[in-house]
């Protein structure tokens, strides 16, 4: 039920989102169709009835339109600037917690493995962990499927991370709920992507944890490997969005 719910959440967010769009269409193309048949009724008024009325109702008509575009257009423009403003505080706080997620996958996937010569420099060993860590995000993106060590495969199965997916999953849905009208649309998809997964993830430890699972443990890991394969998949987006910071 709970794996549902968050299916029906995020086709009810790209449903709306759809339908935004939907609406902008249809209203532009009334207004498009409004003017153009105004403007043709004045021109057949000023050649028909009358030329002064006509040219009034032309002018008219001209005027009207202008202002309606210049007031929805400052109000668009207000909202962007209004945007604009706690966008980088907003951001910020979305690096920061993405940062956060990531490093638990990392250790979960064991991906924190990197080689450095014993001389090395903080910064080049900053720079040594960024690459590696940003070349495995991109490799692993690119397979067919993720494998865990016994230690974490046993850890998940048990249930030994604790709330970390379902708390994950509510952080990452808040900044959504708020948000999701000022986000590109590349990077909510990813944001949606990653909490469908850690849902359902939470779901299938749960229920594998209490024995309540009709999955063998093997097909838990198979499970779980395609969902965080998922996860690795939506994080290399927002990375190339440039909003990952991976150390």
Do not use: C, P
């Not at 007031?71 to 917690?97: D, N, Q, T």
């Not at 708390?167 to 009208?181: A, C, M, P, S």
């Amino acid at each position: 039920a709970e794996y549902l719910n968050i299916e029906t959440h995020s086709l009810i967010v790209m449903i709306n989102k759809i339908k935004e769009y939907k609406a902008e269409i249809i209203k532009y193309s009334i207004l498009g169709f409004t003017l153009i048949l105004l403007i043709v009724a004045s021109i057949f008024v000023y050649y028909k009835v009358d030329k002064d009325l006509g040219g009034n109702l032309f002018s008219e008509i001209v005027g009207i339109s202008v202002t309606v575009i210049v007031i929805e257009r400052v109000l668009a423009l207000k909202s962007w600037f209004k945007w604009k403003k706690i966008e980088s505080k907003v951001m910020e706080l979305f690096e920061k917690e993405l940062h956060s997620f990531f490093i638990d996958i990392t250790n979960i996937l064991h991906m924190n493995k990197v080689v450095v010569m014993a001389n090395d420099s903080n910064e080049s060993f900053n720079k040594a962990i960024e690459t590696s860590l940003s070349n495995q995000i991109d490799e692993l993106a690119n397979s067919e499927k993720l494998t865990f060590d016994n230690r974490h495969g046993e850890k998940l199965a048990k249930g030994e991370y604790g709330n970390i997916f379902n708390r994950r999953y509510e952080i990452f849905d808040n900044f959504q709920i708020k948000y999701q009208d000022y986000l590109k649309s590349d990077l909510l998809l990813a944001i949606i992507e990653i909490q469908e997964q850690l849902k359902s993830i939470d779901l299938n430890i749960s229920l594998q944890s209490k024995g309540k699972s009709w999955l063998t443990e093997a097909q838990f890991l198979e499970v779980m490997s395609d969902r965080f394969l998922r996860i690795i998949k939506a994080i290399k987006v927002i990375k190339d969005h440039g909003y990952l910071k991976i150390i």
